[in-house]
């Protein structure tokens, strides 16, 4: 089979960072590829040198179905079949389901507008992939799922021939990711070409036929799917070797610090008990909807349990709010850093110091900024947030040291019970383990950790015990040494 | 076919229209004078400069921006195109090219400082209300022109005919007013120009991605916003027997205030012609029949703000429990 398309010797520079060097490429006809690489490895740059909207250095040849090209237009990008799906997926939450897909048409000099036509257009996109969306309905009524489905139909009724999605299941829940793999497998039976970029590797490996994979603007390879497991692709991407592995340490004489009986809240999480050690990390995992983070806003005051008892030292607690939670002693690293842990806009040191404004305070409940560059210091140098100066917007940082200064924030408090919600979400392979060092480390400190989150590898390889919700109940307690991935993938899914 | 009366049923629109409904049964029932040929006349007439300017301001707010200047630049026109037309003589084609082209020209320049240099529209607009309106009144020392071309004094009357000995037509007021909305709503809803524009309003990011030159649509939307100034312009001229360079600039805030009770969303893509027209007809319905029923005009202030308020709140309040009712569902 000939290649639909091939890219050779394409390097891309902006200003003095060499985003690309010399990166050759091949799709061929019908195939699923998938692109792999850290934040920062040129994955965006190639697809955006693809898809026309930068221009690649001189010296670079790229050949669509035979045809060469020393640059792409984006015009020209379309014309040959081109298509990408970025992650956002660029619709238009306004507009209705029919003209979302068929926008193409409102393209070119002014003309009038054939309603037919677009729904027509829009009808036959949906029958080409087995879908029957109301062509009527508005995109923002759609869940993010059929979004995206609106959006892969838009770019079929563009006549995509090579479908280049950035990060398709970030925002999945599981069941939603695996239709979205068969609907991949059914593209590609339909001779339709799949560039597949992903940030989730077992993903990747399910539905792609070839991997290839780049670090720091450099090719590492591109390999055949059969040949590489997840574990793999992760040194490949990082070059670093990991070790997966968490001491099995005795906890038995460890105080309990945190108790919760029989906690209930209708319709989110039904007859919840367990009990948590100082210095244990306790795994919390389930899909999406499961109740783990309905349980976990209980946990921090958010929302009241309807029944049921949280005990810290042995004491009873009532939580009425997330105040009452953090004179607790909890601290809680929401699942959603980006609008709920951090403000983007200031800097690293306010962001860093915001829970302890009081401690910091003078007798005129002034702060002194001396002391506060001194308490921020030392968690930049504790935590090695890497980082300029202290009093650049937190925006500026990397997805990794965000989540850094997130956990600064409230190791500042020195909590008894810190619960992270989907730590590393949006977070490379490298500096994912990082924050787990951090979590290791502030566990061994004394600090009772409860760790929740979908990614199965990351509970297992990083708790002591393992709890598996489902339905909004625990289903059962799994130890990690004597359990595998399959097994919990199995427990998670049943 | 019952589907899309569900939908409507569900529409802002729809709800627009009961309480326009039910206000015209109230003022009917209560007095004498509403539900007559000649208050019916007066309201098209009389509202006919606000109206004219909603129709283009609908078009703004969906693309996503804001325009106050529009008042101002209803001043520049009618001042400058009736004063030449004063001097050199004038037909209605020049009349209305004049004006219009004007406009346009006012227009793009908000549009060029807005595109190329990303300041927010509602910024640039306040900038271009106040540098219009005082190097007007500047150069015309904010005389007055009483003395205006016969034929425009005598002005547009078609299907003349009288009713209980008094004279009714087609004034040029009515013409404009329903042409205008005619014209707007052919664009949005009929050209890929009106659809590159939602889009725009809708989700910035993805029409350039999509290849829509936004830069062509800002001024598309401005110089349009700029050509029906002109336009509602000549109408109030035409209505005021004179040109008063001081009366038109206020007004911004009936208008806005008109097209947002119509649905339209400040944050773009959202709002129809139909709902700017049914925002206008209340409003102006309100304010007549207060006057009707002999409330005091201060009061109808209080009234048109409480009615905005309290209808705005209840479509935010309605959104949000469709969105969770669809959430639910999905």
Known sequence: MAAFLQLTGIS????????????????????????????????????????????????????????????????????????????????????TVAENIAVGRHLGGLHLVKWAAIRAAATQAMRRIGIALDLDAKVEDLTIANRQLVAICRAIAADAKLLIMDEPTASLTRTEV????????????????????????????????????????????????????????????????FS??????????????????????????????????????????????????????????????????IRIDGKPVTLKSNQDAIEAGIAYVSEDRLTLGLVLDQSIAANATVTILEKLAGRLGLIDPKDRQIMVDRWVKDLSIKVSDTENQVRTLSGGNQQRVVLAKWMARKPRVLILDSPTVGVDVSAKDGIYEIVKRLAEEGVAVIMISDEIPEVLYHSHRIIVMRSGRFTGMHNPTKTSEHDLMVAVNA | MLEIFMRFRRSHEFWLAMVILLLCIILTVATDSFFTLRNLSDLLTSNAFIGILCAGLIVVLVSGGIDISFTATATVTQYVALTIANAYGATWV????????????????????????????????????NIFYGLLIYFTRGKYIYTLPDFFTTGVNFFEFEYDQIPYSLN??????????????????RTNVGRQIYAMGGNPDAAKRLGFSTFRLNLFVYCYMGFIAGVASLAQAQFAQSVAPTVLVGKELDVLAAVVLGGASLSGGVGTVLGTFLGLTLLALLQNGLVLIGVSSYYTQFVTGAVILISVSATALEAARQHRLKRARA
């Not at chain 1, 984006?74 to 238009?92: K, N």
């Not at chain 1, 309990?256 to 795994?283: M, P």
Request: net charge negative; glycine share 10%.
């Open chain 2, 94 to 129: 020049t009349l209305f090219l004049m004006a219009g082209g004007i406009g346009i020209v006012l227009g793009a320049i908000n549009a060029i400082f807005i595109e190329r240099f990303k300041i927010h529209s509602i910024i640039v607009s306040i900038a271009t209300l």
């Open chain 2, 172 to 189: 040029l007021q009515i013409l404009l007013l329903v042409g205008s909305f005619l014209l707007t709503w052919f664009i949005l809803n």
């Open chain 1, 12 to 95: 891309k520079k902006f200003g003095g960072v060499q985003a690309l060097r010399d990166v050759d490429m091949t799709i061929e006809q019908g195939e699923v590829h998938c692109l792999v690489g850290e934040n920062g490895s040129g994955k965006s740059t190639l697809i955006k040198i693809v898809s026309g909207v930068q221009p690649p250095e001189p010296g670079g040849k790229i050949v669509i179905e035979g045809r060469e090209y020393a640059s792409l237009a984006p015009t020209e990008s379309t014309r040959a079949g081109i298509q990408v799906i970025y992650q956002d997926l660029s619709l238009f939450p306004n507009l």
């Open chain 1, 244 to 309: 997966y592995d968490l001491k099995s340490v005795d906890l038995s004489n460890k105080p309990v610090v945190f108790e919760v009986e029989a906690l209930t809240r209708t319709g989110e999480y039904d007859d919840i008990s367990f009990n948590l050690r100082a210095g244990e990390i306790l795994g919390i995992t389930g899909l999406l909807g499961s109740g783990r983070t309905e349980l976990a806003l209980s946990l921090f005051g958010m929302t009241r349990p309807d029944s049921g008892t």
């Open chain 1, 178 to 241: 695996n239709s979205l793999l068969g609907l991949v497998r059914e593209l590609k039976a339909k001779g339709i070409c799949i560039v597949f970029v992903s940030h989730r590797l077992d993903e990747v490996l399910e539905v792609a036929e070839r991997v290839t994979v780049l670090r720091d603007g450099r090719k590492v390879g591109t390999f055949d799917a059969r040949d590489v497991n997840d574990k793999k692709l992760a040194v490949l991407m990082t070059g670093k070797e």
